[in-house]
Structures are given as structure tokens and as C-alpha cells.
């Protein structure tokens, strides 16, 4: 039996009573939590390998990345609203081959694993290969391919690979692979390609998910193409569910919201990306209001251009703040939920990670809390000042620990599993080759509507 134990840390369960436990100690077996408590109240077995925080660290549920897109692709197109954007970003796909796709992958992953990101939602192409990186990371991941199958978007996945992904790696990595059906938007899939998506729901047991409502002028093509905005549409094909995932739905009116609520339907929201592509400020507070499920995305380095959740979570909360004029507006316990066990459910995975308790999958982050920017810091049952800087202060580069299935992944800052050097130089040198790639396919850049 491998065990260990984290003691005198101050643990943030976000467990169902948002408890914090100022000096408290997680007890790990074969991976998963078998104790938590305050430091004093657990018995530790003779045996265990104890990590002994001395009041200096905190640890947190490792965070879920709700909505990803490996890539290489960061900082190259810039300053372009979503809809002049995505031609650039159909380039980089057109020139994707599958060491591409592996080197975005192991990058992306790094980089997630390194800020304190155990588990990501990952849409993207030859993910047999993302599922490769993973492996040699440890990092758990959702695949959802990127299928079309709209004419001139051949470039992206098919169903049928889509389908195989699922019956060679659903499930495998000791459940840390988790496959879904993968559908891109509305305007690269047929209705066909929907349905279809539900009937392997169904008969796989794998979850959807797909991008829906991002950009005001793409609600407004929807509605003129199909006769119905995109939940509409959606609900048409008879996609809304507790097992679909949307990605971020800024556009929502009450109505919507309402359905997306009645339906269990969860929503990966991405405010950097939103902010980035000029998208808008999707309406988080009506929608946790409402009772919707949100987690909270990166969307990828082409469009975030950092995958740091933390970052994130700050940002989600202050852009609320000042467009709302609502100093009180999304606070930072809810903040930390979404990042969370609200990516959890989001996964379908809330029984398994996504907090600290009794049971769960050990997907730990310790932080060091004598890092400038986390000092000083005052911890209580209610959180204490720590609580609101580990939303508004710390960054990913606070991370000093990670562990997956009990598994450390990330000891000290580095990866105990990878030779990071290599990981970077590989990818810099994939990197610049596809980037001029791209730029030899320029002249396929197609209009979007
Ligand atoms: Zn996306």
C-alpha cells in the first residue's frame, strides 16, 4: 500500500460545507483521501510518508480546466474580434500534423500540471497522441475531438475517429482518460452529426461537448441560418442534458438560461477568452442564480493566451465587478467552486476529484504561503484573508506540489515525471515550423459567415 500524509497545512476542502481547516492534515492511501481533519484530530499509521507542511503551505483541490485547446499557436494573432480570428485559427488546423499535435499536447499539459491544473478538458485533433502526453504527464484529461463535417472543414476530426478514440482509450490510464463525442459549433457540424453525437451518448456512455453561443454577430447568423438561436437549436437536436458540456454561452437571454438550468446542462466559462476575442461578459451571476453548473476554462493558449487558472479565477470575478458596478459580484468562495468541483461536475467526475474529502481521488495543489505575494496571511474556519489572495493574488508559479491519484507529479515547481527542457525545446522548434506552415496556407483563409 503506498500512503502518504500532507500535515500541518491550511486545507480548503470546497467540500459541500466550503470548510477550511487552518492546521489540518490529508491522509492518502493507494490514491485516494482516507482522512482529512485538523492536524491534531488525525492518526497517522507508522508507515506513512509524511510531507509536513509547518503552517507554511496551503492545499487545494487540484483545478479542472473546463474548456482547453491544445495548441502551439500563442500570441500570433492578436488584436482580431472571434469571427476574424477564426480563419487564422482554420490555418493552423489545415497545417496540424500529429507531432504537432503531440507537442501542443505535452506543452499544454506542462504548463497546466506546473500552475496547479490536475484535470483538463482538452478539444483538439490526433488525440490518440494528446492522450500519448498525457500518459507520460500524468495529468487527467478529457478528450473531445474537434469533428466537422460541413463542407470545407475536412481538415478537422470525423465521427468515425471520434468514435474509435472512444472504444481504444475511454477509460484507460486507470480512468484518468476520459473520451467524449466532440462537436466544434453549429456551423461546421450537420444535424446529422448531432443526432449522432446523442445516439453514442447513449450508447457509449460518453458525454458531448461542443461550443454555443460565444459572439453576439455569431447568435445573430445562427439565428438567420437555421431560424432559431443556438440553445434553441441545440434543444432541436436533442442535446441539452446533465451529460453535455457548453462552452461559453455569453449570449444567453432568460429564457435560455432558464432551459440550460431546467435541463442540468453545465457551461464551461471562459472570461479571458471572451475578453480577448471582444466576445462579451457572459452573465455568470444570473446563471449561478438560475442553478446552472459553471466551470472554468482557459480556452487555450491561441485565445487565453495563458492556461493559469488562477489567473482566471481572478479575472472572472473582477470583470463581473466592474461591468456589473457590483463590488460584491461573483465573491471569491464561488469563484474557487467553479475552478473546482464545478469543473468536476461539468466532467461528470464530482464523485471523484474535485474536493478534499473522504474518498476522492487525491488531485492535490500545495501552494507555498511564503511567497511575497501570499504574505502576510491569515487563515480561519472561514477562510480568513488567504481565501480571497488565493483568487486575487496567487498565480500558478505559487504551486509548489501537485499530485494525480495520489501520484506527485510536480515536487518543488518541476516535473517528476518529464525532462521539461526537452518538453520546451521540442515544442519550440514544432512550433516555429508550423507557424510558417501556416503562413504558406494563407491563401485558404476563408471568411467565417
Ligand atoms: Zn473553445
Known amino acids: 500500500m503506498q500512503r502518504f500524509a500532507i500535515t500541518h497545512a491550511a486545507l480548503f476542502t470546497v467540500d459541500p460545507q466550503d470548510r477550511v481547516i487552518p492546521d489540518g492534515t490529508v491522509l492518502v492511501e493507494d490514491g485516494r483521501i482516507v482522512a482529512v481533519g485538523p492536524a491534531e484530530s488525525i492518526e497517522i499509521p507508522a508507515d506513512t510518508v509524511v510531507i509536513d507542511s509547518g503552517g507554511k503551505r496551503a492545499v487545494l483541490p487540484g483545478l479542472v480546466d473546463a474548456h482547453s485547446h491544445s495548441s502551439l499557436m500563442r500570441g500570433v494573432t492578436e488584436n482580431m474580434p472571434l469571427m476574424e480570428w477564426l480563419p487564422y485559427y482554420q490555418l493552423e488546423h489545415r497545417a496540424l500534423t500529429e507531432e504537432d499535435a503531440y507537442h501542443s499536447a505535452r506543452l499544454c499539459y506542462l504548463e497546466a500540471l506546473k500552475g496547479g491544473t490536475t484535470c483538463v478538458m482538452d478539444m483538439f485533433r490526433f488525440m490518440d497522441r494528446c492522450a500519448d502526453a498525457a500518459g507520460e504527464l500524468g495529468l487527467r484529461v478529457n478528450l473531445a475531438p474537434y469533428v466537422a463535417d460541413q463542407p470545407g472543414k475536412d481538415f478537422f476530426s470525423t465521427r468515425e475517429e471520434n468514435k474509435r478514440l472512444i472504444r ?58 437555421f431560424g432559431r438561436r443556438s440553445i434553441g437549436m441545440l434543444d432541436h437536436y436533442g442535446l441539452l442534458g446533465e451529460k453535455t458540456l457548453l462552452a461559453h454561452c455569453v449570449w444567453l437571454d432568460d429564457d435560455e438560461i432558464k432551459r440550460l438550468a431546467d435541463t442540468g446542462t453545465s457551461i464551461a466559462h471562459c472570461p479571458i477568452s ?24 482557459t480556452d487555450g493558449p491561441v485565445c487565453n493566451n495563458s492556461l493559469d487558472l488562477f489567473e482566471e479565477m481572478k479575472f472572472a470575478s473582477l470583470i463581473q465587478k466592474a461591468t456589473r458596478l457590483d463590488a460584491r459580484a461573483l465573491p471569491a468562495d464561488q469563484v474557487l467552486r467553479m475552478a473546482t468541483i464545478g469543473g468536476a461536475k461539468a466532467l461528470g467526475l464530482d464523485g471523484e476529484i474535485g474536493s478534499i474529502e473522504i474518498g476522492k481521488k487525491a488531485d492535490l495543489v500545495m501552494l507555498d504561503l511564503g511567497a511575497p505575494n501570499l504574505t502576510p496571511h491569515e487563515v480561519t474556519h472561514a477562510g480568513g484573508n488567504l481565501l480571497w489572495n488565493l483568487v486575487f493574488a496567487a498565480r500558478g508559479s505559487n504551486v509548489t506540489h501537485v499530485w494525480v491519484d495520489g501520484r506527485c507529479l510536480i515536487e518543488e515547481g518541476r516535473s517528476t515525471q518529464v525532462d521539461e527542457g526537452h518538453v520546451v525545446a521540442t515544442a519550440q522548434t514544432c512550433g ?13 483563409r476563408v471568411d467565417m459567415i
Open 168 to 225: 481504444t482509450h475511454h477509460g484507460s490510464q486507470s480512468g484518468r482518460i476520459q473520451v467524449w463525442m466532440g462537436l466544434e459549433h453549429l456551423f461546421y457540424c450537420s444535424e446529422d452529426a448531432y443526432r449522432d453525437a446523442v445516439r453514442c451518448q447513449q450508447d457509449y456512455g460518453v458525454r458531448i461537448h461542443t461550443h454555443a453561443c460565444e459572439q453576439r454577430e455569431e447568435e445573430d447568423a445562427v439565428l438567420k441560418h
Open 274 to 297: 471572451n475578453a480577448k476575442l471582444a466576445s462579451g461578459v457572459a452573465r455568470t451571476p444570473d446563471m449561478l442564480a438560475a442553478g446552472i453548473n459553471l466551470g472554468l476554462g
Open 432 to 444: 516555429l515550423s508550423l507557424y510558417e506552415r501556416c503562413r504558406a496556407l494563407d491563401h485558404l
